[in-house]
């Protein structure tokens, strides 16, 4: 079974920036990647999802915002996230689902391997 593990979480003031990991134990085959956050009490929610640097879905509510990018050669995906706001903070998880859900990547259903989960507070 694959592990996805998160890094990069932290706290950071409005309009800051943070940049998140996540990386593959081994070689996922037919997958896209995805970012996906929850505050307690509330329904995960898609943030962004990457098919193969090819294609990228991205949240409304980050969009112009939040970069996704992937890393074949790492078997690493990135979060980069600017001009972070105070609903921004969630814990973020890195999720893999399978290419055939792709147009439905950003819904958490479409999942099928989860990392752990990564804190960011965004607060002055």
């Known amino acids: 079974q694959v592990q996805l593990v998160e890094s990069g979480g932290g706290s950071v003031q409005p309009g800051g920036s943070l940049r998140l990991s996540c990386e593959a134990s081994s070689t996922l085959e037919d997958v896209y990647w995805g970012w996906f956050r929850q505050v307690p009490g509330k329904d995960r929610e898609g943030v962004a999802t990457?098919?193969?640097?090819?294609?990228?879905t991205i949240a409304r509510s980050v969009k112009d915002r939040f970069t996704i990018s992937q890393d074949d050669a790492s078997n690493t995906v990135h979060l980069q996230m600017t001009n972070l706001k105070p609903e921004d903070t969630a814990m973020y998880y890195c999720?893999?689902?399978?290419?055939?859900?792709?147009?439905?990547?950003?819904?958490?259903?479409?999942?099928?391997?989860w990392g752990q989960g990564t804190q960011v507070t965004v607060s002055s």
């Open positions: 999720a893999a689902g399978p290419i055939s859900r792709w147009y439905s990547s950003l819904s958490p259903a479409s999942i099928s391997v």
């Open positions: 990457i098919r193969g640097n090819l294609a990228t």
